[in-house]
């Protein structure tokens, strides 16, 4: 990340590409969350100057988010009955970016993250382009100054050490530096998009990488893993890394083949076994059964019921659905870890499932929306809702990866 003699940040990157926003009206989704907004200290005290009396925030123990908005409801404080923002024009920082985020990668480079809401990627929108975080970085040194890049650079490479959480084994943690990871995800993308798993839905992928791919390439790996003066540590080069994949890559290649024939009998399995699970809110995960009802939330907050029967055969996804929802996998993977300080070096199979859940829950829901809305498959309006309610989720299924 470099500054020229303004303090202006030069260069950055996105764990996104191409994207469209419309902040749409009567929507206040952004503002309806179990959790408010986080303040920095310039937040908090222009806010109070206006609602001296109120008290609308909470303290938290963050160095540049030292309070949080207070919340009502599941709903911001400051969201009116009629559903409009009651402080609008002294908003905080977060609600000024949004929907977008501003984190910081392994080597100090501004990443520029995103939420998903109605607006995102609509055909309406303007682009999200170089021109857009610009104005977005010049929001910030107006509210902020200079010294809130400099402080979001310092505390998040406290955290992001030089060294990373690689890949767990049976007697402790393989460790690596940053690039060798990224060539990891790299390969990982590769067996995703591997044209013998192609008929398989991102979940049904995941699940054969994690379950057949990760397992047989950790015991190639092996050797080639360096004990560390400290017990149960390991450490990997890169260049061990890329000997060991080129060395092993037919046998890899075919394992995939084999793993895609198994995940087809499993997947035709479980709908003739009859159950479904799914994540419950705050309490890990429940199943149904058969002829039974599966009760779900939607984005509006309206709660619907869905025959188990209908969203365990609804097998089939359209091209722009799949494409969506690979999009959000590659998306997470590219966030480099924005989940909170003891979350932000997840190692390649522990990622790997949370990718699982993410891609389950994301199925299972679309899926009901599409049975509800009397659809034959997923398409892409029910992906998208799915994308968005899951997105709220996150931290919930990153604790069940813990």
Request: glycine share 6%; with cysteine; hydrophobic share 35%.
């Amino acid at each position: 990340m470099l500054e020229d003699s303004r303090g202006r940040i030069e260069g950055w990157k996105t764990s996104f590409t191409q994207s469209t926003f419309c902040c749409r009206e009567e929507c206040n989704v952004c503002c309806k969350r179990s959790q408010g907004v986080a303040l920095t200290s310039k937040d908090y005290f222009r806010i109070r100057k206006y609602y001296p009396d109120q008290v609308f925030a909470e303290r938290r123990d963050h160095p540049l988010f030292p309070f949080s908005l207070r919340v009502r409801d599941n709903s911001c404080i400051f969201l009116s009955h009629t559903g409009r923002c009651n402080i609008y024009n002294h908003r905080p920082l977060l609600c000024r970016l949004y929907p977008l985020q501003i984190h910081v990668t392994w080597d100090g480079t501004l990443l520029w993250l995103r939420e998903f809401c109605p607006g995102i990627d609509d055909p309406s929108g303007i682009a999200i382009d170089d021109r857009y975080y610009d104005n977005l970085l010049a929001k910030i040194y107006s509210l902020e100054g200079s010294a809130f890049i400099t402080g979001l650079r310092e505390y998040v490479l406290q955290i992001k050490r030089p060294v990373t959480s690689f890949m767990t084994v049976p007697n402790g943690m393989v460790y690596s530096e940053w690039p060798t990871k990224e060539f990891m995800w790299f390969l990982v993308l590769g067996v995703f998009y591997d044209e013998n798993l192609e008929n398989l839905t991102p979940r049904g992928r995941l699940e054969s990488i994690r379950c057949d791919f990760l397992p047989a390439f950790r015991k190639y790996l092996a050797s080639e893993i360096m004990a560390l003066p400290e017990a149960g540590s390991y450490f990997i080069e890169e260049e061990s890394l890329r000997r060991v994949y080129h060395q092993n890559s037919l046998a890899l290649k075919e394992l995939v083949q084999q793993s895609a024939e198994k995940q087809i009998v499993h997947e035709s399995k479980l709908v003739k076994e009859g159950k479904l699970s799914f994540q419950l809110p705050d309490k890990g995960y429940g199943e149904s059964c058969r002829n039974s009802l599966h009760t779900l939330k939607r984005l509006n907050g309206e709660k619907i019921n869905v025959e188990v029967n209908d969203i365990m055969h609804m097998g089939k996804f359209d091209g722009d659905a799949i494409k969506s929802e690979e999009s959000y996998i590659e998306e997470i993977i590219g966030r480099e870890g924005r989940y909170g300080k003891e979350l932000v070096d997840l190692s390649i199979d522990c990622k790997l499932y949370f990718l699982f859940l993410v891609a389950d829950a994301v199925e299972i829901k679309a899926s009901a929306f599409a049975a509800y809305n009397g659809k034959r498959a997923v398409e892409l309006p029910e992906i998208r809702e799915a994308v968005m309610i899951v997105e709220r989720t996150l931290v919930e299924l990153l604790k069940r990866v813990r």
